[in-house]
């Protein structure tokens, strides 16, 4: 069962609470997916060779997603960033959004336990596989 997350943050609530769907889709395509995964790594203290290096993707899907707003990302890799960047369960929430995805862990079992990681502020990748794994899931960070 997961716990429950913190409060949510007013940007996240103000999406969510958009009466017509079509704006809440205006409103997010206009944050840059990439400048905000910068933006939490400087929070942190990584450069962008220690994100992309710790996710294990290569330099150059990074600097296509750097340089083309329209690049996408798996969203294996997007899980593996909110891990990395140390992220509270809502901020994940919004940046897997941003990449186009749905963060569900009451359906998606990988994403119940990335949540519940969150929540718990379990960051370490290797902690997360085993996780992921002892649930007989895919890893996210190695191949098992």
């Given at each position: 069962?997961?716990?429950?997350?913190?409060?949510?943050p007013s940007?996240?609530?103000?999406?969510?609470?958009?009466?017509?769907e079509?704006a809440?889709?205006?409103?997010?395509?206009?944050?840059?997916?990439?400048s905000?995964?910068?933006?939490?790594?400087?929070?942190i203290?990584?450069?962008?060779?220690?994100?992309?290096?710790?996710?294990?993707?290569?330099?150059?899907?990074?600097?296509?997603?750097?340089?083309?707003?329209?690049?996408?990302?798996?969203?294996?890799?997007?899980?593996k960033?909110?891990?990395?960047?140390?992220?509270?369960?809502?901020?994940a929430?919004?940046?897997?959004?941003?990449?186009?995805?749905?963060?569900?862990?009451?359906?998606?079992?990988?994403?119940?336990?990335v949540?519940?990681?969150?929540?718990?502020?379990?960051?370490?990748?290797?902690?997360?596989?085993?996780?992921?794994?002892?649930?007989?899931?895919?890893?996210?960070?190695?191949e098992?």
């Amino acid at each position: 069962m997961l716990n429950q997350p913190e409060s949510i943050p007013s940007e996240i609530l103000d999406m969510l609470n958009t009466s017509n769907e079509n704006a809440f889709d205006k409103n997010i395509r206009k944050i840059n997916f990439f400048s905000e995964i910068l933006k939490f790594a400087d929070r942190i203290g990584l450069t962008d060779s220690q994100v992309y290096n710790a996710i294990g993707m290569n330099r150059s899907l990074w600097y296509r997603m750097r340089n083309d707003s329209e690049a996408r990302t798996k969203k294996e890799n997007v899980l593996k960033l909110v891990i990395v960047l140390r992220l509270n369960f809502w901020e994940a929430f919004y940046l897997i959004a941003l990449a186009g995805y749905s963060f569900l862990p009451g359906i998606n079992e990988t994403d119940e336990i990335v949540a519940q990681c969150l929540l718990e502020k379990i960051y370490n990748p290797e902690e997360v596989d085993k996780i992921l794994y002892g649930k007989c899931y895919k890893t996210l960070f190695t191949e098992e």
